[in-house]
């Protein structure tokens, strides 16, 4: 399976690709590299969402999963970058319960590009099993808040543009 690396401010991280979908988002640095137009195009639009250009992905995923977490990472694709949604939000969406969102969260294949980082508990951060942690949820939230307001802030006032 090819798969590219790069460094980013969260650590390493590794995409895999499989049949012209990305299928896998991993920490740390892999050990093959193939620099296919897939994975070259993952990688720049990575880059750019760690520059804070860019905040949606355009790039096929195919995660591997059972059907109930396959709606419950469609259902994360559908937060709008630096916003956020309870584990029981989602579990009204897509079924289930608060517990099995966290689960189906857990087991996401595909994190930052399916954004599980943008689900917390209704009491606070909740969990985030990638990276470091909280840490790299909190970074990655932040992340993506400052770019929201950098682009408010370049936006021209209605009738300017």
Known sequence: MPQL???TPVGDITVSEEDGAIVALDWGWGR????TPLLLRARA??????????????????PAGTA????????????????T??????ARSAGGSP???????????IPILIPCHRVVAGSGIGGYSGGDG????????ALETRALQARARKAPLPGQG
Request: charged letters at 25%.
């Open 134 to 141: 909280l840490p790299t949820k909190r970074y990655l939230l």
């Open 99 to 109: 517990r099995s969102v966290g689960g189906a969260n857990g087991c996401n294949p």
């Open 5 to 7: 690396s790069l460094h």
């Open 68 to 83: 109930y977490r396959r709606r419950v990472w469609d259902a994360l694709c559908r937060i709008p970058p630096g916003q």
């Open 85 to 90: 949604r309870t584990y029981g939000d989602i």
């Open 32 to 35: 093959d590299q193939a620099e």
């Open 45 to 62: 639009q990575l880059n750019a969402y760690f520059d804070g250009e860019l905040l949606e992905f355009d790039l096929p995923l195919a």
